[in-house]
Every structure is written in structure tokens, then in C-alpha cells.
């Protein structure tokens, strides 16, 4: 039977990734083709199936990219040649998004659709802004208008009908008419003392507000340059902005942060590091990838009765060797009564998702711990399962206590350069001032990527680890360690700053 494809209009709310909801989530990531818009924010796209088929249909204001009969034909097109279509949208997809005339064409032909609202940034914005667009004491009613005119056309909006509504309004693409807006209001006879605001990129770290009242509004904006995407907020409630701002408190608020985690695992540190408030940059510039087939280590765990312990360094290693031991048709009860180390709790973690408990964590996260308190407890011969090129802090210390050891490598590192001009030109600028290493071959993927020369003398680097922190010292950047090995460490080592 042909298949069918289906479209779903996807709201991915004003910017902030956390404000997309969890169904849009999952129909983004179901997605054969995504067909996104220009207000979607970077993390959001960074969610995009890789395998995903991508096209940007992104709209400048008055020259669109891509006109809407074609959107319309595109979304059509591939539903047509059988594909999961996820439409992407800023805000919501049917407040002044179009997406009803994206449906017409599809109801038209039958095709299979489906609407994930989004959080329209009249809403959002204002929220983050701390204007609450509705408060008992101030309103009640909400009126959400575009003040977009067709081309060559005056405004066409009831001002006299808004005025008498007493509600807050909120403008959608008001940013160009907005001097007009407010004589609308004024001559329909709104007192010019009312409070009115502008939120400029709201939710997202370059959020900007003006506080104004109805008739210093175009003199506050201007002066300040607000530009497009923002929204006009006119109504008492805008006086509540300067007790219930929140957005810009948080304690990491205007710090630009690179997060250059192996791409398996930025999650984590980057939404901590967002909820505080700072402006991530995810910058994946090394990926782990096993040693397939590894003979080596299939031999080793073929004869696992000969070691007493069984050492992991990263929660890579570990998923190296759990699909190995699956490659050979076995799982955790081979491992027998062997014993089971891991450098620190992420790794333990990784352990733990095996149904598999570590019998020793070292006192401080780091090579040279684990190999000092491996040889106080052992006595007979370990296994080390780790990185092709591994800190040999683990086994001097090994050594040292005269353990004997194979160490196998079963994964390696690679670099990738995914978008080494835009990072450059970041740390030219100074825009960038933090960068977070995990790993010193985090270190060493984010160097090989800017290249070795380039100019690393505005950027502190946060590191995990003695090791990480060496390496980064060798390329001329400068250092603060984390307290203790963890993700939580180096954010608090964030919060120090
Ligand atoms: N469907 C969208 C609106 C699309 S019209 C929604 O529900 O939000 C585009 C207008 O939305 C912009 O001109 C601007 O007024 C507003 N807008 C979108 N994202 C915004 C943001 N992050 N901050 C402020 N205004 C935004």
C-alpha cells in the first residue's frame, strides 16, 4: 500500500528551548523533513533529527525568503511523497503564524495533519519580561493585535473599540508602525501616563526591555534601538515589570558560556547552566566512537576469571564494553565475581543504567586517584577498558603499587570542526568569555578546531580535573578547576565567578 505522509504544525514557542512543549518534542523528533522559520531558536533547530531532511523557509521582514503559496506547496509535496513533515514555528503556529492557510492546501488533498500548539510570545515574552498580561486588580481582558499593515496600507485597527476594552494589548510585529500605534491610541483618547513596555528577542539571553509610559514609548525605544522580533505592551500591568523582572537576576545572566562536551553528552551541563540563566553555546567538538570489532577486548573478557577487577574511566568506555559483552551473547552474570571500578559518579551512573554497581569510586574523581586507592585494595589483576588514549596517571600509580594490568583501548576520540569560523570570530570578539572542559581531550578537540594558533587569551577555560586543566594550560588558556569532578562542581564553579 502507498504510504501517506502526514503534517504536523509544530509551535516551538518564542526562543527559550525550554518553552517548547513535550509533544512538540516528540513529534520533532519523529521527523522525516522539518520545515522551519526564522524566529526558531538555535537549540530548538539543534534538535532536529540529524537524519532529518531540512528546509528554511525563514522569513525576512518585508522580502520573504520563501513566499507562502511555496511553504504551502513544500509541506504538501513531501506529505505527498509519503514523509512525517514536522512544521516548525516561533511562538504559536495559529496566532498571526499562518498556520491555518498552511492547512488549507492539505485539508484540500486529504492529507493527515496535525496542530502542536506553541507558546506565543505575547504570552511568553511579557512573562519573562515580569509583565503579567492580565492581574485582577488591573484588567480583565487580554488583546493580542498585529500591527503589521499590508503592503502599502494604513493600519487597519479599531483603536477607539481597544481603548474602550480598558484590557493590556499586546502588538505582535509592531516594532516598525509602533509610533503610529501609540497616536492611534492616544487620539482614540488613551491617557498618555499609561504604562507601556517593549520586549525586544524575549526568552532568549539577548532579551531586552523599555519601560515607558503610552507617549515617551517611540522616544525610550528608539533611544534604546529596539528592533524586530518584539512586542509592544500597553496596558497598567506594565508597571508591575520592575517588582516581578526576574529574567535578568539569575546569577548567570549575560555570560556567554561554551559547552564543548562530547555531543552523547552536553544535555545535562548546558540546561543547568541555562536555568541559571547564562547563554549556552554548545560546541561538540569531540565524539567517542568504540573500537568495533576489538578483538583485544573480546579476549580479555573471554577470560575474565583472570582479573579481579574490572576499570572504567568514562561512561564511554562502559557502553563500549556493554555492547561488546552483548556482541559475544552475554551479559552481566559473565562478569562473575570480578570487581568493578569507575573514575567517578558519571561513570558510575553509566554502570548503574547496566543494573551494575561500582565497587569503588576514588576519593577525588581523577586518574591518579583511581589508580593509588586501586592498588590499597587489590591484589590481583585489573582490566582497564578506556580511551585509545588514556591518562597514564592510571597506570603509574598501577606501578607504583606493583599491580599488574592490560589496558585496552575500546573507543577513540574524534574531532570535529563543525563550526570553527563562527568560533573563532566569537573569541576574537570577546564575546565569549567562558568555555567549559570536561576532559582534556575536550581541551584538545576545541583547540584543533579554532586552530592552534588562534587567540585564547580572552577565554577562561572551566575545567574538571588536574589533567584537563594542564592541557589547557599548554595552549596559553587560562584556568579555574572545579572542586570536585562533577557536572555540579563546574557549575558551581560557574556560580563563583
Ligand atoms: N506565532 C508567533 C508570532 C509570529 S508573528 C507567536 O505566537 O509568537 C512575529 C512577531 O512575533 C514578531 O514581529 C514579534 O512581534 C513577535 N515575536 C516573536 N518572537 C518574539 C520574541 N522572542 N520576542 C519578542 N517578540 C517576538
Redo the contacts with the bound molecule.
Sequence with gaps: MERRGKVILV?AG??DPGLLTLRGREALSQAEVVVYDR?VGPAILAMMPEKAEKIDVGKEASHHKVPQWQINQILLDKALEGKVVVRL?????F???RGGEELELLVEHGIEFEEVP?I???IA?SAYAGIPVTHRDFCSSLHIITGHARAGAELSIDFEALVRTKGTLVF????TAMPKIVEGLLQAGMDPDMPAAM??????PAQRRCDATLSTLPERAAAMGIH????IIVGKVCALAKDFCWFDKRPLHGEKILVTRPKERAGTLSDKLRALGADVVEYPCIETVPIVPCPEMERALGQIQAYQWLVFTSPAGVEAFWECLRGMGKDARHLGAVRLAAIGSGTARALAGHGLTADLIPSVYDAAHLGAELAEQADGRVLILRAEIGSPALTEALEKGNMSYDDIPVYRTVYENPRSEELRRMLEDGEVTYVTFTSASTVKGFVSSVGEEADFSKITGLCIGEQTAAEARKHGIAVRIAQKATIDALVDLALAL
Design positions: 509551535g518564542p526562543g524566529l514555528k516561533g511562538g504559536d503556529p496566532v498571526f503564524g506553541g506565543t510570545s505575547a515574552a505582535l510585529m509592531g516594532v520586549v525586544e528577542s524575549g526568552t532568549t524586530s522580533p518584539a512586542i
